[in-house]
């Protein structure tokens, strides 16, 4: 798989907020967000979409709901509601194939989504 830009910004290879990491997740504010708290919470593995998470990576996918977990609290919306999203390939608008967890909070957020 070809780095994408994700791999860069672990590598500090362009700038990131980084709000969190650890040796196996980095979380970091989306530069394009769509509410007043928007981050993506990653593995440091470059997976490349859900399709292609292994049993024996569940543990973690476990820590990215943890680290969301975490920072929502941080962030101060765990309480009024936020949203986990995790998109996959083209119908699902994936954009970056590295796997990572939307989070969205700091409004209230319409559903079903379009
Ligand atoms: P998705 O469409 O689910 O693949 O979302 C990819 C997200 O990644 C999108 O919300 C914008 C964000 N993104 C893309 N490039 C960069 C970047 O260079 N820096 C940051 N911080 N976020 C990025």
New binding site residues.
Partial sequence: MSDT?FTK?INRE?P?EILYEDDEILA?????PQAPVHF?VIPKLPIETINDIQPNQAELIGKMVLTAQKLVKEQGVAEGGYRLVM?CNEDG????FHI?M?VLGGRALSWPPG
């Fill in positions: 830009i910004i362009i990131a970091f504010s989306d530069v394009s993506l998109n608008g994936q954009t970056v990572h939307h």
